[in-house]
């Protein structure tokens, strides 16, 4: 296959980038869309220009480190899949295709394709655990949790913190993210002691971030890998709400 | 630079008696059982008043299960932890992709399990080469895990009574694998992780992410602080603490390709290794039985499928050799199931060493299928439930397993082979998890410990955690305890030298600016690894490895690109350094297959098998952990050897027949 890429670009510590534009030849369906950068930067290389910067680790969809928005959409065009699981197989011998970074002003910029997600994890040191020193805890199975109850959590429990909500969102808003985090203890019994007070620090921490609010449009839960759905937020907002009488 | 190893020649030394380190485990318990072992050594390790604990600092390298969680777990209890990570979060680290599972010896399925049991299957699935006292307390500790983890909210699989499920998993003939669908190690890390984020927002644990450690600084002999890069800025600093423990993983991905994440490398412990940490059976490295197939030159990594799938889909290739035919045309008896056929007793599943084996000895006949013939069947049409069941079991591994391949597995078997996944060896540890650097302790995948030549499948998390939540928080404080430690000056020599050293060598690699990319150089090593130290090694293959390594080492140092400056996010810059330490390491586990004239475990010697093909071990000379000492780049690294003694789990040959 034959692809004309049009790459944003943009050196660390510049405010403004751009698209620079790499024709490339000889990808084959069978690679990954991470892999055909590779061969992209493997050139670049040795023309002595700087490899274009993409965060990218496990490279199965499980740990969350890649994230690119590919044809205006997080992580590409296939449903519930990351960057890395993309594969050449979905595009066509001469696409054009535009790769820019999460774009969100909660996310800078660090290089190109590679941006600053911190605020996600303040937002989980903020309150997204349960208190439970090593050591103090109870039998596993003195508590039980339905069947339901467990399946629900981990539904929640599944995002993978890639931040594809937030570049989808036309609010730059994380909600969708801090909802699943809450959800995942809220829906079990370990995480009812605190869960009026996590779901409002958290909920402040995401608000000082600078991420934006949510207004319901629900492009996040379209893009999310992990299908995180989009009435986590609903459930959010019920916590948040009964926080003022349980607080 | 360079010399031919040849036929007679030993590229090693043994080191003579009574020289180097003593290589004791330090259990403090005499005449107790092993049972009582744990519990009598604590007694005996030393304490540190709560009020004190935060004057003392502990560097945390690595934040994945076993740093994470003692990274945490040390917060808690009032010590200042400096946590790095080269993640942009310490929630990505890869303990995230492990799959299938973790053991406990629950015994809630009634099914016959107990501690001793669990100690001795690990003890026996490690075919022999592991310490007795470290893996009993690994089975002790592994139902305090699922308590924890159960606390922290980890959403383990239940029951529809509320109780927590478990299944059986590679190599165990019980149920007491405790999982969270398909992705165990994603919901353990993130009960760790959230355990950490806890202490971080209290300020016990100051994270330092997007960090690489470049060097270890030992002053009088202990290790004090590390040396790291800023990945983003290129900032190079040093940090000072107590103690440094060291949760940075393992080294798989010095065959370029593996299951490990892209950025797992050997550097820490690697770079402990040269301050003077000896390196234990650097050969035992695990070879994993379903992988999805390599399907090109462009390949960047391969995938793993949770062997939980062998609980369901049976494992086959066809009888006749060079067979085209799609696999719904070949009929049921022009089939074999050859694990079933080889191993009636365990059938699909057999241990990871050998069902990889058996899969690679298959292929080599000619019966492999797919491109390039390596690969075979894993095969669901049969299993009970049909597609719902397995949908509900597996989906996501269903999903991803399309994903790559662009195959439908409800329609047609998946196609699997083994691939390279798990390193058992790893910095030497003492009982307290501390290397031969005083002051340096090893945790996880890093050390060398628990699994001996070969790891049971769900043993890593437990492993990681028990180290982690359990271990280090008592050993720890008992050296914290125990010594007397002056504070070390930013201006001390060894400190200074420490930085020159990483500068130097971040200029050495940015100044040679040849005409091959890294990956080239990792690839061809890689290459050469898996050709003569992969799932089966000779005498004379592994003496062409030796030989070849140094000319590559050589030529990647006189003719690597690595493009850009220090001062920027330079990931060229970054694998360049962690590839330059696979080099070294490469060496190194050759020379330690090459010196073990035995097969055991996941290192199967060809020149070492029984009339069936099987692993031929040698207890009368190699039943010891073998740990190298480091004497220089290209220079005969030096044997110190820790003999092994087996009072509960009599050593037989691993027969699963």
């Known amino acids: 296959m034959r692809l004309t890429l049009k790459v944003w670009r943009q050196p660390k510590g510049a405010t403004k980038g751009h698209f620079e534009t790499y024709e490339t030849d000889g990808v084959s369906p069978d690679m990954s869309f991470l892999e055909m950068l590779d061969v992209v930067n493997d050139r670049l290389t040795l023309d002595g220009q700087d490899p274009i910067a993409f965060d990218h680790d496990c490279r199965e969809g499980i740990c969350g480190t890649c994230g690119m928005v590919i044809n205006g959409v997080a992580h590409g065009p296939e449903r519930a899949t990351t960057a890395c699981q993309l594969h050449m197989r979905h595009f066509r011998d001469g696409d054009v295709i535009h790769i820019e970074p999460w774009r969100a002003a909660a996310f800078p910029v660090i290089k190109d394709l590679v941006v600053d997600r911190g605020a996600l994890d303040r937002i989980m040191e903020a309150g997204g655990f349960v208190t439970a020193p090593t050591g103090a805890a109870p039998e596993a199975h003195s508590t039980l949790v339905p069947k339901e109850a467990a399946d629900a959590a981990f539904e929640a429990a599944a995002c993978i913190q890639c931040g594809a909500c937030v570049a989808a969102c036309p609010n730059a808003s994380a909600m969708l993210f801090t909802a699943a985090k809450v959800a995942h203890l809220s829906r079990l019994p370990q995480g009812q002691p605190e869960r009026y007070g996590r779901v409002v620090k958290m909920v402040a921490t995401h608000d000082a971030a600078g991420f934006g609010n949510c207004t319901n449009i629900g492009e996040c839960a379209a893009v999310c890998p992990k299908e995180i759905k989009l009435d986590t937020i609903t459930a959010l907002n019920r916590d948040v709400i009964s926080s003022t009488l349980f607080q | ?657």
């Open chain 2, 1 to 657: 630079m360079t010399q031919t190893i040849t036929e007679t020649e030993n590229p090693w030394i043994d080191a003579p008696s009574g020289t180097g380190p003593v290589l004791t485990a330090n259990v403090k318990a005499d005449g107790k059982t092993i049972e009582e072992m744990w519990d009598a050594h604590r007694f005996s390790l030393k304490l540190v008043n709560p009020a004190n604990k935060r004057k003392h600092t502990i560097i945390m390298v690595g934040t994945g299960l076993a740093g994470g969680a003692a990274a945490a777990s040390l917060g808690e209890l009032g010590y200042h932890v400096k946590a790095f990570c080269y993640q942009d979060s310490p929630r990505r680290a890869h303990s995230i992709a492990a799959q299938g599972g973790i053991n406990a010896a629950k015994n809630y399925r009634n099914d016959g399990d107990s501690v001793f049991r669990l100690f001795y299957d690990t003890v026996k699935g490690g075919d022999f080469r592991a310490r007795e006292a470290n893996v009993y307390r690994l089975a002790q500790l592994s139902v305090d895990i699922i308590d924890q983890c159960v606390a922290q909210g980890v959403p383990f699989a239940r029951e529809y009574g509320g109780l927590i499920d478990t299944r059986s998993f590679g190599g165990a003939q019980l149920s007491r694998t405790f999982y969270a669908r398909g992705q165990t190690g994603q919901q353990l890390l993130l009960g760790a992780y959230s355990a950490l984020c806890r202490q971080i927002d209290a300020g016990t644990v100051e994270m330092h992410p997007r960090t690489e450690m470049l060097e270890v600084i030992v002053v009088d002999g202990r290790a004090r602080g590390i040396v790291v890069r800023d990945m983003i800025s290129g900032a190079i600093s040093s940090h000072f603490g107590d103690a440094v423990v060291l949760g940075t993983g393992g080294y798989s991905n010095v065959f370029f390709l593996s299951t490990n994440a892209k950025g797992c490398n050997t550097t820490a412990i690697w770079r402990a290794h040269r301050k003077g940490a000896l390196f234990a059976n650097p050969c035992f490295t695990q070879i994993h039985p379903t992988c999805i197939p390599v399907a090109g030159d462009h390949q960047s990594k391969l995938t793993l499928m949770s062997e939980s799938l062998r609980n369901d889909g049976r494992v086959w290739v066809p009888k006749q050799g060079d067979d085209t035919r799609a696999p719904d045309q070949i009929p049921e008896d022009e089939r074999d199931y050859y694990l079933e056929r080889m191993y009636p007793a365990f059938g699909n599943l057999v241990p990871r060493d050998i069902a990889s084996r058996a899969a690679k000895r298959v292929c080599d006949e000619g019966r492999g299928v797919g491109p390039g013939g390596l690969g075979v069947y894993l095969d669901f049409s049969k299993a009970q439930g049909g597609p719902a069941a397995i949908n509900a079991k597996y989906g996501n591994l269903f999903d991803m397993y399309e994903r790559i391949t662009g195959e439908n597995p409800y329609e047609v078997p998946m196609r699997i082979y083994p691939a390279v996944h798990y390193t058992m060896g790893g910095l030497w540890v003492d009982y307290n998890l501390m290397s031969t650097i005083p002051g340096l302790f090893v945790a996880g995948e890093a050390n060398f410990s628990d699994h001996g030549a070969n790891r049971l499948g769900a043993s890593a998390l437990m492993q990681g955690l028990a180290d982690g939540y359990f271990i280090l928080p008592a050993t720890l404080t008992d050296y914290i305890g125990a010594n007397t430690l002056p504070p070390v000056s930013a201006d001390h020599p060894a400190v200074r030298e420490a930085e020159a050293s990483v500068n130097e060598r971040v200029q050495r690699l940015l100044d040679v600016n040849g005409t091959r990319t890294v990956d080239s150089f990792h690839r061809e090593l890689g290459q050469v690894m898996w050709d003569y130290c992969g799932m089966s090694r000779n005498g004379e293959g592994l003496r062409k490895a030796i030989n070849r390594i140094p000319e590559l080492r050589a030529e990647f140092w006189d003719n690597v690109k690595v493009p850009g400056i220090n001062e920027d996010l330079n990931q060229s810059l970054e694998k360049a350094g962690r590839v330059a330490d696979f080099f070294e390491l490469a060496e190194l586990m050759c020379i330690d297959a090459l010196h073990r004239n035995e097969s055991c475990g996941g290192h199967f010697r060809e020149e070492y098998q029984t009339p069936e093909g099987e692993a031929r071990r040698d207890d009368d000379n190699y039943a010891y952990a073998a740990a190298w000492e480091f004497k220089g780049v290209g220079l005969a690294p030096v044997l110190h050897k820790e003999k092994l003694t087996f009072d509960y789990v009599h050593p037989a040959q691993r027969d699963y027949r």
